[in-house]
């Protein structure tokens, strides 16, 4: 009768270590699936706010013929203008948002789309208020790539309206290529951008980057 208790209750220290050597295992497993999930999550809801933008532009351009200003400072308020440097609405204040315009006049029905979930997550209060989508308004009304002035037409295919943008908060606001990473991806290296023929693509970023600075691609 001992003999058969001790037997039923038995595990060797071995047997305890490999169990929980597996279970740490599957666990890693779990996280790394999840955070993927999460990821394509965040990519997908970044690019319905994009979508969602598009067609408060087109709304607002038919009843007011023309597109919305960029606001020009991040916070709260509307601010249609220039950007001031360091303190703009996108990219950690280097670049014009999406105008807030557009949920005061009900195109957008909520402020949440102003801004890609990611940075909701990674940033809150007057930081976030830096990671606004960016607004290309230079392209949407008289055309315009990253740098020089274009035409639409000829170039609708390369010409960005608003794009998920993202610059370092430790970098200045004129970053260099490298300091510049993107949200989306599977290695976190491309953006959400939206098209002026309205389609959303995950871009390339830094190739983007490069072109619009003349920098050659290393
Ligand atoms: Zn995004």
């Known amino acids: 009768m001992k003999h058969s208790t001790h037997r039923l ?26 955070q993927h999930a999460k990821g394509r999550a965040n990519q997908a809801r970044c690019a319905a706010n994009l979508k969602a933008i598009a067609y408060a532009l087109y709304a607002y351009k038919l009843d007011l013929n ?13 601010s249609m203008g220039q950007t001031s440097p360091g303190n703009g609405p996108a990219a950690n204040g280097s670049w014009d948002g ?3 315009v557009l949920v005061r006049l009900g195109y957008l029905g909520s402020e949440q ?24 308004n230079s392209a949407a009304d008289t055309g315009g790539t990253i740098g020089a002035p274009n035409d639409v037409d000829r170039d609708a295919h390369d010409i ?6 993202w610059v370092p908060p430790e970098s200045s606001f004129t970053p260099q290529a490298n300091d510049v990473t993107y949200p989306h991806g599977e290695d976190h290296d ?25 920098i050659s691609a290393n």
């Not at 789309?113 to 290309?136: I, S, V, W």
């Open 9 to 34: 209750t038995g595990f060797t220290l071995l047997e305890l270590l490999i169990a929980a050597a597996i279970v740490a295992l599957l666990c890693a497993i779990a996280l790394v699936n999840f």
């Open 66 to 78: 023309r597109y919305p200003l960029a606001d020009g400072t991040a916070g709260l308020g509307e």
């Open 98 to 100: 999406v105008p807030r």
């Open 113 to 136: 789309y102003l801004f890609c979930p990611t940075f909701r997550e990674r940033f809150k209060g007057d930081r976030l208020q830096r990671f606004r989508y960016a607004y290309n």
């Open 160 to 165: 960005w309206l608003a794009r998920c943008l």
């Open 190 to 214: 491309r953006e959400n951008v939206l098209m002026s023929n309205s389609r959303v693509e995950l871009r390339d970023g830094r190739q983007d980057f490069r072109k619009a600075f003349g």
